[in-house]
């Protein structure tokens, strides 16, 4: 099996968190994916996870980004993504989380829904 290696690399600004995530998000490295990213539930900064290296999605990956997602909403913090790429986006259409993602690279305008 050819498998793309996960990989999450994470990085602090003066006013920001981004995620980079690269290969394929799946129940395997789910784990890896949640620790590295739900000590940033409830800081102060915007949390951006970007997508544009990510290959691959299952429900499991899909149901930690939704956790994630409420959970910073709960909270009253921003996050966003970005430079998803185009699979991963209909996917995400399909399934209709989109609607509740702010993307930040592409769709001016674009808001947060309920979850």
């Known amino acids: 099996m050819n498998r793309k290696k996960f990989e999450v690399i994470a990085r602090e600004e003066a006013d920001q968190h981004t995620i980079y995530v690269k290969g394929e998000l799946d129940l395997a490295v789910a784990a ?7 000590p940033l539930i409830s800081t ?17 990956g899909m149901g930690i980004l939704i956790f994630f997602l409420k959970a910073r909403k709960e909270e009253n913090r921003a996050f966003a993504v970005q430079n998803i790429p185009q699979k991963i986006k209909k ?25």
Request: aromatic share 6%.
């Open 32 to 38: 890896e994916f949640r620790s590295a990213i739900e």
């Open 44 to 60: 102060d900064k915007e949390v951006i996870l970007d997508m544009g290296e990510l290959t691959y999605i299952d429900s499991t």
């Open 91 to 115: 996917l995400l259409d399909l399934t209709g989380i989109t609607r509740f993602l702010p993307v930040q690279d592409g769709a001016p305008g674009q808001e947060a829904g309920e979850v």
